[in-house]
């Protein structure tokens, strides 16, 4: 890290090396192909290149590379959306619950079963802010209290949030006319 | 429709990633013995996480190659090198390294002198500061002077990421949280914002002192907004403005005010 900041090349490839995959993931989690997913990774360490002298040890970048990350994918998402959208505010939480992703899922989601096809695009279509949070906690493993320390976020919001993008995967499972369980 | 409550509560998403506290975990279990819409969600998560899980992790570009990926971020890091910190342009050769080092441990012993005659309080807690990287001397040479406007620019780059997020932010839809983290850079910004304006004073760089002095006006204020309410969001946005300050920096940033 201190060779990085102090403007070791190959110390900073390096350091790119070892978070690219965890990057890379987030930013297709997040994008749904790899144009924009490579996009929103070479911002991130473009952010990270020119930040390194604020951090003493690899562990602080580690956290904030989330934050990174997130605000690289809003960023990106903002771009394409009409002004004035915002990601995470109380006032705008019911209308990410209820307005999916405009464009289709990106054809990238379909492989593997027919179920894990249809989940991978219910996912894709998830408002930005609970695809975020459902990405970092079910494929990253994150906690509840380690995601909202990454984002900046209220624990309360991240639930909500988390909440709000499994209730409508579920819904995603019965429109789909999957039967599990008790439902069998 | 169903006549749980809990049902469309978290808590079911909650006991399934295994976040409920250990008396919540235990009323959900039996909750779960008793209910049979819960224990279906249940089931739907467990669903959904086996399918999701089968598809594959996409955490690499196509075929694994990286090597675009770096070419590219290796052009967009050395375009950076205008705005980046000096440590991470590009790589000097040992005679200009040696130089850039004599240079920085000039500036720096300039630097504590400037604090210790500025402030009569002990100035090592300034001057420890990492942020700060090569303090102002009070008679600069041309290369320091250089070196000083260097710093002054990569100051304002960073501060300008603070005072973007702050100006863009909608007073109406955002709450406390969503600014915390501008609130803790602002403070952290600070004490060098103030260093670099009574340097740029010092040296009789008068555009700088004022970019100086208004950017720590709008620091201030913002690293001071406790309740981080509307009406304080709004007050710093009020600021900003009317001292066009982005505009001032993004002059300072090109270059043409120092």
Not at chain 1, 7 to 15: H, N
Not at chain 1, 111 to 116: I, V
Not at chain 2, 95 to 110: D, E, K, N, P, S
Not at chain 2, 139 to 157: D, I
């Amino acid at each position: 890290m201190a060779r990085a900041a102090g403007g070791d090349a190959s110390a900073f490839q390096a350091l790119v090396e070892r978070h690219r995959a965890l990057v890379y993931r987030l930013a297709w989690q997040f994008s749904g192909n790899h144009h924009d997913a490579e996009d929103i990774a070479q911002e991130v360490f473009v952010k990270v290149y020119r930040s390194l002298d604020r951090f003493r040890y690899e562990a602080q970048l580690t956290s904030w590379l989330y934050r990174i990350v997130m605000n690289a994918c809003i960023d990106h998402r903002r771009r394409q959306m009409p002004s004035g959208w915002t990601p995470f505010t109380d006032d705008t939480e019911l209308r990410l619950v209820n307005t999916p992703e405009e464009r289709p899922g990106p054809e990238t989601c379909a492989y593997g079963g027919e179920l894990g096809a249809v989940l991978s695009r219910a996912v894709a279509r998830l408002p930005a802010g609970q695809r975020l949070v459902f990405t970092m906690r079910h494929h990253e493993g994150l906690k509840l209290a380690e995601i909202a320390a990454a984002l900046g976020l209220a624990e309360g919001t991240v639930k909500r949030q988390l909440h709000a993008a499994v209730h409508r995967l579920r819904d995603t499972l019965s429109a789909a006319g999957v039967t599990t369980g008790e439902r069998a | 429709m169903t006549a749980c409550d809990w049902f469309d509560s978290p808590r079911v998403a909650l006991y399934f990633y295994g976040e409920l506290d250990p008396a919540e975990r235990e009323r959900m279990a039996a909750h779960l013995r008793e209910c049979a819409e819960c224990r279906q969600a249940l089931e739907d998560l467990r669903v959904v996480r086996e399918a999701l899980a089968r598809q594959p992790r996409v955490d690499a570009p196509p075929a694994g190659d990286w090597s675009g990926f770096m070419r590219r971020l290796e052009l967009a890091t050395s375009a950076t090198t205008a705005s980046a910190p000096v440590s991470h342009r590009s790589r000097p050769t040992p005679v200009a390294a040696w130089i850039a080092i004599a240079a920085t441990l000039v500036l720096a012993a300039g630097g504590v002198l400037f604090v210790a005659r500025a402030r009569p309080t002990p100035a090592a807690p300034v001057a420890a500061r990492t942020t700060v990287t090569a303090p102002p001397v009070s008679r600069p040479s041309v290369p320091a002077e250089a070196a000083f406007k260097t710093l002054s620019e990569q100051h304002l780059e960073r501060s300008k990421l603070v005072v973007l997020g702050l100006a863009t932010r909608d007073p109406e839809t955002t709450r406390p949280a969503d600014w915390a983290y501008e609130r803790t850079l602002a403070g952290s910004l600070l004490t060098d914002t103030r260093l670099y304006r009574r340097a740029a004073q010092d040296r009789g760089l008068t555009n700088v002192a004022r970019v100086m002095g208004d950017l720590e006006v709008v620091l201030l204020e913002t690293s001071l907004s406790d309740h981080a309410d509307r009406e304080s969001l709004e007050r710093v946005q009020r600021l900003i403005r009317r001292r066009d300050l982005l505009v001032k920096m993004r002059v300072m940033g090109e270059g043409s005010g120092l």
